[in-house]
């Protein structure tokens, strides 16, 4: 079986014939010799070379996503051809010497495909119709949104991702070269991971890219580690539920999202609302209701394994940071939330034992990488979020409506999931949110875990994003060939 697919530059699933690879662009961006690896690898990420590993959210880098319109579709395709040749089919990410300076990535939305002429029918209507029609799905207002987010202007998307800027700058020329003005840049933004022993965390403070589900046959899965049929992530592979065009194979699709987080007024909420355990300082108790908030803590240990206090060698130990379930002996799976709230953002995404048998339809691939500057003294003092932060979020998946849009709008939006349980859950309070209205969640205190808290506001605000079709290597020489 070929598996492949293309994830912010990288393969999520290499094999040695069909793996997209890193096209060298220009003369200058040539393969280096390296001796430092390219990814960052914190501990509590899954060892290299894994599929957790090879995502964006991987690299010490700066990252740059570029949206795009295509100005001249057959300039275009014609350019496009010359980057193909370039890009290696064997897989150089996970070996340090083979990996290249700077990484180049290319995805098309529906108006970019209907723009180069292709119109076959990909068979997800969501995709088709973009993100900004499907924003009431998603019960969010648009008014926060990134002007060039709304409508369906946006053809395209490309990332180049490097951990050294220079080169970065020197790949994002040479894309400029070689696609010149086939293409016009209408938005940009540039990710970057956190410094020091941050990196691999997001803007809050948690350890991110822990839990992602494997495919059937790829390795063998972690302990805890969800596995699924190729068909989940790639289209038209098993179990894929959709018939496909079949030079579509391989590739995915891509919800792209910039989210905004509103990092010191996430930080007084918790402090205003410490969790009553005696004995504990402040700090811990606020620390305490932020774990509640997200099923981990800062560290990636789980609540459900670590429920009062941070346990830094299990949030770094891959073999034990995703082995729970929700399940203990002597607990009642329906009304127990002493160690980890329904309402927690992983328990809501992942609800594992809380659904019998456990769900293997709705899982998703992450890949985000943090955007914007660390939080100022100045913010921190007064608590009021003064310079843009956040993650650019992306999820890949082959059915935007069993994988993004169900898990935004069935389970995290979905004040009754997971249930039936002893008492309604309330939104995810991390990422839940119903069109501008207050939010409420349940469980945030270990000693009052039905406690309904009613939330101040969104902590996380959408900026917008775009669906895309992240098109396998085939895929690729087939869209720009027709
Ligand atoms: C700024 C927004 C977000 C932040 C800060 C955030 C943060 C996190 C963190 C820290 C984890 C735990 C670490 C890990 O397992 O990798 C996590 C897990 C997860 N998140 Fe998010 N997330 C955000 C948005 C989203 C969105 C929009 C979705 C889906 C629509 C989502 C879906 C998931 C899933 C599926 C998991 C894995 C749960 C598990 O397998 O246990 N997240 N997120
Ligand atoms: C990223 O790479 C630079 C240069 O090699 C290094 O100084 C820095 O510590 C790295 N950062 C992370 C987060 O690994
Ligand atoms: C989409 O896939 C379904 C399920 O295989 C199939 O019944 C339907 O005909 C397909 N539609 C298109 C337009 O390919
Ligand atoms: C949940 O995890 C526990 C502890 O690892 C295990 O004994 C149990 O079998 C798991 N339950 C299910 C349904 O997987
Ligand atoms: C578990 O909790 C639910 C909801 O409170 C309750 O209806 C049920 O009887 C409990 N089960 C056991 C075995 O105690
Ligand atoms: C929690 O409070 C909200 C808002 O007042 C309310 O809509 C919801 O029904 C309450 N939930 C529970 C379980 O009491």
Request: hydrophobic share 40%.
């Amino acid at each position: 079986m070929k598996l492949s697919a293309l994830l912010g530059g990288l393969t999520i699933f290499p094999t040695p014939q069909s793996v997209p690879k890193f096209p060298a662009l220009g003369p200058t961006a040539t393969r280096s010799v390296r001796t430092n690896n390219m990814l960052i690898n914190p501990p509590g990420h899954p060892p290299t070379p894994h599929i957790n590993a090879v995502t964006t959210s991987s690299f010490n880098i700066s990252d740059v996503q570029a949206e795009v319109l295509i100005v001249d579709a057959a300039g275009f395709k014609r350019q496009m051809n010359m980057v193909i040749p370039t890009i290696s089919t064997v897989d150089i990410m996970l070996d340090t010497s083979t990996q290249p300076t700077a990484t180049f990535n290319m995805a098309l939305s529906q108006s970019g495909l209907d723009k180069l002429g292709i119109h076959d029918n990909l068979n997800d209507t969501i995709f088709s119709g973009g993100q900004f029609a499907d924003a009431p799905n998603l019960a969010e207002l648009t008014d926060t949104w990134v002007s060039q987010f709304k409508g369906t202007s946006i053809h395209g998307v490309y990332i180049t991702a490097s951990d050294a800027s220079d080169s970065l700058m020197q790949q994002n020329s040479a894309v400029q070269t070689v696609l010149g003005t086939t293409i016009s840049v209408v938005y940009s933004i540039q990710g970057q991971a956190r410094p020091g022993d941050q990196a691999g965390h997001e803007h809050f403070g948690f350890l991110d890219g822990i839990s992602q589900p494997t495919i059937e046959g790829f390795g063998t899965p972690l302990p805890g580690q969800a596995v699924v049929p190729a068909g989940t992530l790639l289209l038209g592979r098993e179990q894929d539920l959709m018939t496909r065009p079949s030079w579509a194979t391989d590739s995915s699709f891509v919800a792209f999202r910039q989210l905004k987080q509103l990092v010191p007024e996430f930080n007084t909420f918790a402090n205003d609302h410490p969790a009553s355990i005696s004995g504990m300082s402040q700090a811990q108790a606020a620390e305490l209701t932020q774990a509640r908030m997200m099923g981990r803590w800062k560290s990636g240990a789980p609540v459900d394994l670590a429920p009062l206090f941070d346990d830094p060698a299990l949030g770094a130990d891959p073999m034990r940071n995703n082995n729970f379930n929700f399940s203990h002996p002597g607990f009642n799976l329906s009304s127990n939330q002493v160690h980890c709230p329904f309402s927690a953002h992983i328990r809501k995404n992942v609800p594992r034992t809380d659904l019998n048998p456990i769900d293997v339809g709705h899982h998703i691939l992450r890949s985000g990488i943090p955007y914007g500057p660390e939080v100022t003294e100045v913010e921190q003092q007064s608590g009021q979020t003064m310079l843009e932060r956040g993650l650019l979020f992306l999820a890949v998946q082959s059915n935007i409506g069993a994988g993004f849009q169900f898990l935004q709008k069935l389970w995290i939006n979905n004040p009754d999931f997971v249930g039936p349980k002893s008492v309604k859950p309330g939104l995810d309070p991390i990422m839940g949110q119903i069109s501008g209205s207050a939010r409420f969640t349940i469980g945030l205190d270990p000693m009052d875990p039905e406690g309904n808290t009613t939330l101040p506001m969104q902590f996380v605000i959408s900026r917008g994003g775009e669906y895309f079709l992240m098109p396998s290597l085939t895929a690729l020489r087939h869209i720009i060939n027709s």
